[in-house]
């Protein structure tokens, strides 16, 4: 089945260093790839997404390129800050089946 | 605020018990999904409806059940509760795009089973 595996945390990085969480992916079909993230005592909100190979998302200073060939949706972000702490999953939903599988997260701490 | 709502936000209950988790998705979307998150085991798919029927299911446990009702809420049955099944249990709502399916996720309910 459909699968996600993203990069075991916790990431502790010093502020403005260069941030990057790998996820790769596993799908029967042609899905769209997602990176949600989880502030402290809230709920997942998305981040940013890419719906077909070679697109970039981005949002809030972060990126992702979607590779098809690697099966890659790595998280970027060139310059990090404390309020970027929080958990960041990768997500994919495929098309045809609106089931979205999540990796297990990853746990990003910035430090001042 | 996503627009979607769960109740109740913190629950504790003994171990044999069964509590019902509720979530009110956004106006509009048809989509429901619930999901666990515990700290071993990130989170967990656990089953989705749309418009009122199963569409797919996950590592849901016999003793968990859930259904979506016709105002499209959703409530999700924890039965025979253990000491394990305590955990963060969102809820996500849905309009499938056709290209892409984005969730919003709700506060979640914690619950503690001791």
């Known amino acids: 089945g459909d699968s996600v595996t993203q990069m075991e945390g916790p990431v502790t990085l010093s502020e403005e260093a260069f941030l990057t969480i790998n996820c790769t992916y596993t799908?029967?079909?042609?899905?769209?790839l997602f990176w949600y993230v989880q502030y402290p005592g809230e709920g997942l909100q998305l981040l940013l997404k890419a719906t077909k190979a070679d697109d970039k998302g981005s949002n809030k200073g972060f990126e992702a390129t979607y590779r098809k060939e690697t099966t890659s949706f790595h998280l970027e972000k060139g310059s990090v800050q404390v309020s970027d702490s929080a958990v960041y999953f990768c997500?994919?939903?495929?098309?045809?089946?609106?089931?979205?599988?999540f990796g297990k997260g990853t746990r990003l701490h910035i430090l001042p | 605020d996503s627009g979607v709502t769960q109740t109740p936000k913190h629950l504790i209950t003994a171990t044999g018990q069964r509590v019902t988790l509720r979530c009110s998705p956004r106006?509009?979307?048809?989509?429901v999904y619930w999901y666990q998150q515990s700290l071993d085991q990130g989170l967990q798919f656990l089953i989705q409806y749309y418009n009122g029927e199963e569409r797919a299911k996950g590592n849901i446990l016999e003793r968990f059940s859930a259904q979506q009702f016709p105002d499209l809420h959703s409530e999700l049955n924890l039965s025979s509760l253990e000491l394990g099944d305590s955990a963060l249990y969102f809820c996500?709502?849905?309009?499938?795009?056709?290209?892409?399916?984005?969730?919003?996720f709700g506060q979640g309910t914690r619950l503690t089973v001791v």
């Open positions: 996500a709502s849905s309009v499938p795009t056709g290209e892409d399916t984005e969730a919003f």
């Open positions: 997500a994919l939903s495929d098309r045809g089946d609106d089931k979205i599988i």
């Open positions: 106006s509009g979307d048809l989509s």
């Open positions: 799908a029967t079909g042609y899905p769209s």
